[in-house]
Structure formats: structure tokens, C-alpha cells
């Protein structure tokens, strides 16, 4: 707890997790100091990934190089309230992981002289290959952005994006997206006649496969979409049933309703 280079996560929950262990598997080497409230989740982590438990919240602040919140929306203020009133020396660079709390709420409950990014990981960081958009404020420093696009690169790609994208980023590149979308074809799939085990692989292969074919080939999207969709073929009556029944429309509905939400947020 000695070092001042640690890396400190206020909030030991599900994001937390999924970044430490993608971070030791990608090689991270550095000090990971979590404070949560709940011991139990301090616990799993640290068989996990061996990070270090803070003892409380005044001790891990003060040990911390770089700040990274990773609560709730709804909890943001009160924690950073809570950062202020125990006196420990906050350090320049703090992190944000709070879907829709905007920079300028982030600013005015922890105040100056801090330097605030907002980083949105995606969940699959937990095996070094999710993907992680961050907004800088125009106070952050270019080291500091290079050690922040450093730390969550070790995880995969990160994206450099204005904040106004953020919220429409977050409700898009979510891998709830893959587990939705493999859960409701394998489910017609089933309905169709196929066994569960069946279902699952077929609706995998389409979804996971037939992308990782779309990165690799270096074929352009509409490419691929108009090679598929020969006429008179399975695939291009499946597709145009699709696009007849609205699945455009219902995609842009789920988006439209994830960026709302992050505003609701922003509002707490």
C-alpha cells in the first residue's frame, strides 16, 4: 500500500473484476488497490488477481497515482463526497467508469485541482479483448492521457471520442449485444427444430464467426451482406423477412433507450 503509482478502484464490483483479471492476464505487473465496502468481494478479488485490499477509503486515496471510480451511477456523488471529507490527498488524474455522469457533475463534486477522463470498458476486458472509449477533459495532461490509454489498452482497443459520444458508444458497443442476439437466434432455432446444443453452436458461428471473417478479410460490410443475400437463397429470405418485420427499427429503439437512460443518469 506503500506505493504511489497504484492503481486505486473505488467500488470492488463486476467491472472491477473483469478489469483486473484481464489486466494480470495481459502481463499487468503494477499495484492494484481496490476499496469496497463489502470484504467478500475484496476477497474473491484478490485470489483472482491479486489485488490489494485497502482498509478503508482514506488509505486507499492516499496511496493512489491514478483514481478509478467504479460505482454505480447513483452512488458517484455520494463517494466523491465521501473522498473529500476524509482528507486524503487526491491524486490528478481520476478515472470515471460511471455510465452518463457527465465531466462537468464529476468536476464539481470532487473540485480542483483534478484532472478527469471518463472511460466506458466493455465487460470482455476480463480476456484482454474488450474495448474501451475514453473522453478526456481539457484540463488532462498529455502524459496523463498516455498513461490512461496505456493502462486500459493492456485490455484492448481504446477509442479516443468527444463526451458527447460517450453515451451512445456505451449503449452500442455493450457485448450484450452478441449475448442477446445469440440467445434469440438460437431460441428460433430451437422453435425451428434444432436441439439446444445444436441451436447454439449454428447461432455462435453466424454471430462470432462470420464477424471475426468481416475483420479478418478485409471485405466491406455491404460486401459480405450482398454476397450472402443471393436472390432466391435462405439467407436473403431471412434477411428480408427481418428487415420487414422491423428489426432496424427495434435496434434503434434499444439504442435510443440506452442513451436515455445514461441521461437519466447524468441527472441524479
Same mark, same amino acid.
Request: hydrophobic share 45%.
Given at each position: 500500500?506503500?506505493?504511489?503509482?497504484?492503481?486505486?478502484?473505488?467500488?470492488?464490483?463486476?467491472?472491477?473484476?473483469?478489469?483486473?483479471?484481464?489486466? $494480470?492476464?495481459?502481463?499487468?505487473?503494477?499495484?492494484?488497490?481496490?476499496?469496497?465496502?463489502?470484504?467478500?468481494?475484496?476477497?474473491?478479488?484478490?485470489?483472482?488477481?491479486?489485488?490489494?485490499?485497502?482498509?478503508?477509503?482514506?488509505?486507499?486515496?492516499?496511496?493512489?497515482?491514478?483514481?478509478?471510480?467504479?460505482?454505480?451511477?447513483?452512488?458517484?456523488?455520494?463517494?466523491?463526497?465521501?473522498?473529500?471529507?476524509?482528507?486524503?490527498?487526491?491524486?490528478?488524474?481520476?478515472?470515471?467508469?460511471?455510465?452518463?455522469?457527465?465531466?462537468?457533475?464529476?468536476?464539481?463534486?470532487?473540485?480542483?485541482?483534478?484532472?478527469?477522463?471518463?472511460?466506458?470498458?466493455?465487460?470482455?476486458?476480463?480476456?484482454? $479483448?474488450?474495448?474501451?472509449?475514453?473522453?478526456?477533459?481539457?484540463?488532462?495532461?498529455?502524459?496523463?492521457?498516455?498513461?490512461?490509454?496505456?493502462?486500459?489498452?493492456?485490455?484492448?482497443?481504446?477509442?479516443?471520442?468527444?463526451?458527447?459520444?460517450?453515451?451512445?458508444?456505451?449503449?452500442?458497443?455493450?457485448?450484450?449485444?452478441?449475448?442477446?442476439?445469440?440467445?434469440?437466434?438460437?431460441?428460433?432455432?430451437?422453435?425451428?427444430?434444432?436441439?439446444?446444443?445444436?441451436?447454439?453452436?449454428?447461432?455462435?458461428?453466424?454471430?462470432?464467426?462470420?464477424?471475426?471473417?468481416?475483420?479478418?478479410?478485409?471485405?466491406?460490410?455491404?460486401?459480405?451482406?450482398?454476397?450472402?443475400?443471393?436472390?432466391?437463397?435462405?439467407?436473403?429470405?431471412?434477411?428480408?423477412?427481418?428487415?420487414?418485420?422491423?428489426?432496424?427499427?427495434?435496434?434503434?429503439?434499444?439504442?435510443?433507450?440506452?442513451?436515455?437512460?445514461?441521461?437519466?443518469?447524468?441527472? $441524479?
Amino acid at each position: 500500500m506503500k506505493d504511489t503509482k497504484a492503481i486505486v478502484f473505488l467500488g470492488g464490483g463486476h467491472i472491477t473484476g473483469a478489469l483486473a483479471a484481464g489486466l $494480470r492476464l495481459a502481463g499487468y505487473e503494477g499495484a492494484l488497490v481496490v476499496y469496497d465496502r463489502h470484504p467478500e468481494k475484496l476477497r474473491a478479488l484478490r485470489r483472482e488477481s491479486r489485488v490489494e485490499m485497502a482498509r478503508d477509503l482514506k488509505s486507499a486515496v492516499a496511496c493512489a497515482g491514478m483514481l478509478v471510480i467504479a460505482v454505480r451511477p447513483g452512488s458517484v456523488q455520494d463517494l466523491l463526497e465521501e473522498v473529500v471529507a476524509c482528507g486524503a490527498r487526491v491524486p490528478k488524474l481520476c478515472v470515471s467508469l460511471a455510465a452518463g455522469i457527465p465531466l462537468r457533475n464529476l468536476r464539481a463534486w470532487l473540485g480542483p485541482p483534478v484532472h478527469w477522463a471518463r472511460a466506458m470498458p466493455s465487460p470482455v476486458c476480463r480476456i484482454a $479483448r474488450g474495448l474501451t472509449p475514453v473522453s478526456f477533459a481539457r484540463s488532462v495532461k498529455a502524459a496523463e492521457r498516455v498513461r490512461a490509454r496505456r493502462f486500459f489498452g493492456y485490455v484492448g482497443p481504446v477509442l479516443d471520442l468527444p463526451e458527447r459520444q460517450l453515451d451512445a458508444i456505451t449503449a452500442t458497443h455493450s457485448p450484450t449485444h452478441g449475448y442477446h442476439a445469440l440467445a434469440t437466434l438460437a431460441k428460433a432455432a430451437q422453435a425451428a427444430g434444432l436441439d439446444r446444443v445444436t441451436a447454439l453452436t449454428a447461432a455462435a458461428h453466424a454471430l462470432s464467426d462470420g464477424i471475426v471473417y468481416w475483420r479478418e478479410s478485409g471485405n466491406e460490410l455491404g460486401e459480405l451482406l450482398h454476397e450472402a443475400a443471393t436472390p432466391g437463397g435462405i439467407a436473403a429470405a431471412t434477411m428480408s423477412a427481418m428487415d420487414a418485420a422491423g428489426y432496424a427499427r427495434v435496434v434503434e429503439n434499444g439504442i435510443r433507450a440506452g442513451i436515455q437512460q445514461a441521461r437519466r443518469n447524468a441527472k $441524479r
